[in-house]
């Protein structure tokens, strides 16, 4: 039985909401053709990877082909240039790693950071399946993962679903919860023995516990597949009150915090600093896209905002963003 504080909007996701979030990504792009002013948009490899190339036949050369397409050995034995063709093929693999950690468990405005990775991971779910690509997705907590493998079908996405939900109902204070940093390596070993080639890695997290080896392994990754990173934040992390005690609260539970005195506040912003910036220097370092996601602020538009809004009258086609997101 699900508690009540499990119905709490902000706090905790239930199925229902992240099945209605389908309609709120139409307008969202995953895919390596990003929009000009996309924070994509020039990080994803120049070819479309993993959506391959099938050969379909050789023909004659015709005015406007591609010189590069030329095949030569044909051309040399039929003393009359000859072109190789290829169809694209359609099929694309996106994997969605999840991250429903207890560091997740905060909010101090809007919703919960698991409940904004949970939102985010829904959205890049329905999306991917809407342009005809498979799905499938790594959601892990604190004491587990589960894998899931990637298929075409919205069986998967609700398995998807299901998984985060599960995960992120079992999250709150004095439910015996440990903090288990080291579950992000786990989740990002995982990822890379299922997406060897050719895929989409779309990593939704807080990042907490990031350290030389997750860069190495998200290294790695971006060797053979297209890594974005979607660094969830609340920016109370960023900024502590002066006040002596903080109270926190799941919506069941309460329990208060001592940040009042400047020794305890400098040491958990600091803290919160350099893990950020140990992300964010990723994009530079590895050419990772890092995009932060405020979880004080609603997912939906941020995710238009930060991955290019596709514009409604053509579906598919590119759009643009106004200007580039920042912690807030």
Avoid at 30 to 47: D, N, W, Y
Avoid at 122 to 131: C, D, E, K, Q, S
Avoid at 283 to 306: F, I, M, N
Wanted: a positive charge; proline letters at 3%.
């Amino acid at each position: 039985m699900i508690n009540e504080s499990a119905r709490i909007p902000g706090v905790y996701v239930d199925l229902e909401e992240l099945i209605a979030l389908e309609q709120r990504g139409h307008r969202v792009s995953f895919l390596p053709r990003q929009p000009v002013h996309s924070l994509l948009s020039g990080r994803f490899a120049s070819r479309m990877r993993g959506r391959g190339l099938n050969f379909e036949e050789i023909r004659d050369y015709r005015c406007g082909d591609d010189v590069r397409s030329i095949d030569w050995k044909v051309t040399a034995r039929l003393q009359k240039p000859h072109v190789r063709v290829f169809n694209e093929e359609r099929d694309r693999q996106a994997l969605l790693v999840v991250d429903q950690r207890l560091s997740m468990f905060f909010g101090s405005r809007l919703a919960m950071k698991s409940v904004t990775a949970a939102q985010a991971a829904a959205i890049g779910a329905w999306r991917v399946l809407g342009v005809g690509d498979r799905i499938g997705a790594i959601v892990f907590n604190d004491g587990d993962l589960v894998e899931i493998k990637a298929r075409r079908s919205r069986t998967t996405v609700l398995q998807i679903l299901s998984a985060m939900v599960a995960r992120n109902q079992a999250l709150g204070v004095g439910r015996g919860l440990v903090a288990a940093p080291i579950m992000l390596n786990a989740a990002l070993e995982h990822a890379e023995r299922q997406a060897l080639h050719d895929a989409t890695i779309i990593v939704i997290s807080d990042f907490d516990g990031a350290d030389d080896a997750t860069r190495k392994m998200i290294g790695a990754m971006t060797r053979h597949n297209d890594v974005v990173a979607l660094l969830v934040h609340d920016p109370l992390q960023s900024d502590l009150p002066a006040s002596a005690v903080m109270t926190v609260t799941d919506g069941e539970l309460q329990i208060q915090l001592q940040v009042g005195r400047d020794s305890v506040r400098r040491s958990i912003m600091q803290a919160t600093e350099t893990r950020l910036k140990r992300v964010f220097a990723w994009t530079h370092e590895l050419g990772v896209p890092v995009l932060p996601l405020s979880a004080a602020e609603e997912t939906a538009p941020q995710l238009r905002r930060l991955l290019g809004a596709v514009p409604a009258r053509h579906g598919r086609g590119g759009g643009h963003i106004q200007t580039e997101a920042t912690l807030g």
